[in-house]
């Protein structure tokens, strides 16, 4: 096999218990959002893994990702976000996924085209993203309803949003028939049971973001990107690194170009702010961040050679702080040229 010089390595077990956690959190069942290929660690895997524990629901956003995953693990059901448009009705109805209507249009498409199947609906109840609005409701009528969703605009914050939307999504819920009612996200899960319904559709959590301050502590990190040496140099004093020579050394410094750059989805917003580790120790980014490689400081790891590894710091709170990029970003950022690897 070809070599990588770059990985992503990915905690299973990390991603198995904050599943768990959020189960637990909720009181009620948890499913998964694996939209975007899983937020970029691979949704096929992802999927693998949280099955293995109990989670039977899934949630892509298109029918070309819902197609992309394969044949599902026993026992397992997915759900489309976006619906069906008007190109969408073939691949919906040869498919075992079944869609989240959001538009009139797409309610009337399902009942002309596929009136004797179960689907899911999205209720708009205040973000004005995707769904119905709360009087177009009667449009429902004759649907075979699976799971009603609706989905939270602020839950990251504490606002008074959320509860309104919670109270508007409770009043749809006792009017409209369904199997099951669906509302919180990662941070809607930590407003409370009272957001949970039947059922939560985490997406962040599970990949190790930290959506709110509730789950700190119980959230872990699973996915470290892992950069190997390519070049171990002596950087004089007075000396500069990189494009634009924006880093000059004040004393004699040891640099390590590793293999890892903007082309990646590690981006130049880092330059000046990321760091790598090594066997406990903080390698600092020295210099601008490369298409495919950037300089870290490795004065204080003398025995870091050429073929050596690093682990990036890509701890989401942390990162995203650093950054100034969203957790979501950093994870569905990281290119194809990252090999994954579960342990
Ligand atoms: C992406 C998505 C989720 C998951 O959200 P997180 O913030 O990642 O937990 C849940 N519901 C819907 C409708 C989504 O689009």
């Given at each position: 096999m070809t070599h990588h010089a770059l990985r992503l390595r990915l905690?299973?077990?990390?991603?198995?218990?904050?599943?768990?956690?959020?189960?637990?959190?909720?009181?009620?069942?948890?499913?998964?959002?694996?939209?975007a290929d899983g937020y970029g660690l691979g949704a096929v895997e992802v999927t693998r893994l949280l099955a293995e524990v109990g989670c039977r629901d899934f949630f892509v956003s298109t029918w070309a990702e819902a197609h992309a995953l394969g044949p599902l693990p026993e026992g397992a059901e997915l759900c489309v976000l976006h619906g069906v448009g008007p190109d969408d009705i073939g691949a919906a109805i040869g498919?075992?996924?079944?869609?989240?209507?959001?538009?009139?249009?797409?309610?009337a498409r399902w009942?002309?085209?596929?009136?004797?199947?179960?689907?899911?609906?999205?209720?708009?109840?205040g973000m004005n993203r995707?769904?119905?609005?709360?009087?177009?409701?009667?449009?429902?009528?004759?649907?075979?309803?699976?799971?009603?969703?609706?989905?939270?605009a602020r839950a990251d914050e504490d606002n008074a949003m959320n509860a309104v939307q919670r109270d508007r999504f409770a009043a749809v819920a006792a009017t409209v028939k369904a199997r099951r009612y669906s509302f919180a996200n990662s941070a809607g899960i930590c407003l409370g049971t009272d957001y949970a319904?039947?059922?939560?559709?985490?997406?962040?959590?599970?990949?190790g973001g930290v959506p709110r301050i509730e789950a700190a502590g119980h959230i872990s990190q699973v996915a470290f990107p892992e950069a190997e040496i390519m070049q171990r140099r002596i950087v004089r004093a007075g000396e500069t690194i990189g494009y634009g020579a924006t880093w000059r050394a004040d004393a004699h410094t040891e640099a390590a170009?590793?293999?890892?750059?903007?082309?990646?989805?590690y981006l130049r917003c880092f330059a000046g702010k990321g760091s790598a580790s090594f066997d406990g120790r903080t390698l600092p980014l020295i210099g601008r961040v490369s298409m495919d490689l950037v300089a870290l400081d490795v004065t204080a790891a003398p025995e870091l050679a050429e073929g050596d590894w690093v682990t990036m710091d890509y701890e989401l709170p942390t990162a995203a702080e650093a950054s100034g990029l969203s957790q979501y970003e950093l994870l569905t950022g990281l290119s194809e040229r990252l090999e994954r690897y579960w342990i």
């Open positions: 905690d299973s077990l990390a991603l198995q218990n904050n599943w768990r956690w959020l189960q637990r959190t909720a009181g009620v069942t948890a499913g998964a959002a694996i939209k498919s075992r996924a079944r869609p989240v209507l959001n538009t009139p249009e797409q309610v009942k002309s085209e596929a009136s004797d199947r179960p689907c899911d609906v999205m209720i708009d109840t995707l769904g119905l609005r709360t009087d177009e409701i009667d449009l429902l009528d004759g649907l075979d309803i699976h799971t009603l969703h609706s989905h939270l319904f039947n059922l939560v559709r985490p997406g962040l959590a599970l990949y170009i590793v293999n890892i750059g903007y082309a990646d989805g």
